[in-house]
């Protein structure tokens, strides 16, 4: 949604909006000149919007409640209304997309293919789903004629475009809230593939488990870690804090690349950023200086603190397989030492439908805090709690936390490596956690 506000403003449009909560980023749109208010209020729309339906867009996120009252006010008041996927997909449809699907990995591949494309004689325009530290924004303009989105499969957000390329990265069971269960995950990525243009290309992560429905005249491409496909990966080995490894190809092997940031499947990512890349014409030259140069996502195995005693790293991670690939992640960044984590759970349904699995993947950890559930769009589910997925692990160094008494045991624990997890507001006590960090080893 902001990196759609930044557009439009670019564009001479005036943009106002509604968010839940002032955070750092709308408070940066509040800098741009975008006007923003924090209370759902009818009358708090500035105005010029509020009494011009001829001359306004409203653009919504699924996310925000059916009962919103200015949402409700512009349905009722015959304003005209689109989705944001819908606002995206009528950009896209003047550019060439090149679209990042997938339940995990898609905000960092997407980031890190236009990072590639814009630091070589390529070029591109993008929306991303997270703030890229290169770009320092979520929006990319340049007036190129390609144009690098994230596909969001939320409320089938992805079936608004239509792209030249696709990558998809994992079709893993999520949202169940909208999709039901995981056969509607995998039909919803079937139709998505099946909007590929005509002479399209799809890089898809080989073993996923997903059929594509495609036109005779789309290419595709698999990708993998380490498994035998068109992109893969050999000889992948830790040096002075970074991956190094060789990237195999249709047309030979590219040999010792590093990736700029940590995280295994950071790098799995980087197969599939890097197909895409090489596809558009991206020289091998421009790929191994741009792999080099990229500094990741913020809260995207984020690390935020490295002193001679602890290690601290955020990361976005909320459901268990990314949480499994986080932690896991971050056990082979720093073998042999304590990995201790942080976990707010995103949403009761998710919370729900998953907690077996949450339970099994923050097992793996020497140490959980957990916290509370985060409600996000959703009312309480009775008899659903963070206690669901505690009381089903078999960790003996776990327990449930307010963030008052986190903020005051990390004051005082013996810490070694850290890393906090979840989609929530967790990341409003990341600065807080630094600077606890940093007076302990002061």
Do not use: W
Request: with cysteine.
């Amino acid at each position: 949604m902001s990196a759609l506000a930044r557009y439009f403003a670019m564009q001479g449009k005036v943009v106002c909006g509604y968010d839940r909560t002032q955070t750092p980023l709308t408070l940066e749109l509040e800098g741009e000149g975008i006007d923003i208010h924090y209370v759902d209020e009818v009358n708090l729309i500035p105005r010029e919007f509020r009494n011009n339906t001829e001359g306004t867009l409203i653009v919504y996120t699924p996310a925000v409640p059916k009962n919103h009252n200015e949402l409700r006010f512009f349905q009722e008041n015959g304003f005209t209304i689109a989705k944001r996927a819908e606002a995206l997909g009528v950009i896209a449809s003047a550019k060439k997309t090149l679209a990042v699907a997938g339940t995990h990995g898609k905000t960092t591949t997407s980031t890190l293919l236009a990072h590639l494309l814009t630091t070589s004689k390529v070029g591109c325009d993008a929306f991303l789903g997270g703030i890229s530290k290169n770009f320092n924004s979520n929006l990319v303009i340049s007036n190129s004629e390609n144009l690098v989105v994230e596909a969001d499969e939320f409320d089938r957000s992805f079936l608004s475009l239509h792209p030249d390329l696709a990558i998809i990265t994992s079709v893993d069971a999520d949202h169940l809230d909208i999709y039901g269960d995981h056969n509607e995950v995998i039909e919803a990525y079937e139709a998505f593939s099946s909007q590929i243009k005509q002479n399209g290309t799809l890089i898809l992560k080989i073993g996923i488990g997903l059929i594509p429905l495609l036109s005779k005249s789309v290419k595709v491409y698999t990708y993998s870690l380490r498994e035998k496909a068109d992109y893969y990966l050999t000889n992948i080995e830790i040096r002075d804090g970074f991956y190094h490894f060789n990237l195999n190809t249709p047309k030979g092997v590219i040999n010792d690349l590093i990736l700029g940031v940590p995280g295994l499947y950071n790098v799995e990512n980087a197969v599939a950023a890097s197909a895409a890349a090489l596809l558009q014409g991206v020289s091998e030259d421009e790929l191994r200086l741009g792999l080099g140069l990229f500094t990741g996502v913020i809260r995207r195995f984020d690390v935020r603190y490295r002193g001679e005693k602890v290690v601290y790293i955020d990361d976005y991670a909320h459901h268990p397989e990314e949480l499994r690939a986080a932690i896991i992640s971050v056990m082979e960044m720093y073998p042999g030492r304590k990995v201790a984590g942080i976990f707010q759970p995103h949403l009761f349904t998710r919370t729900r439908d998953f907690m077996y699995e949450f339970a099994e993947s923050l097992d793996i950890l020497d140490k959980l805090y957990l916290l509370d559930i985060y409600p996000a769009r959703e009312e309480p589910i009775p008899g659903i709690t963070s206690n669901s997925i505690l009381n089903l692990m078999k960790s003996a160094d776990k327990r449930i936390y307010s963030k008052e008494e986190l903020i005051n045991s990390l004051k005082v624990d013996d810490l070694d490596v850290l890393v906090s997890m979840g989609a929530g507001d967790i990341d409003k006590l990341v600065p807080e956690i630094v600077k606890i960090l940093t007076v302990r080893e002061s």
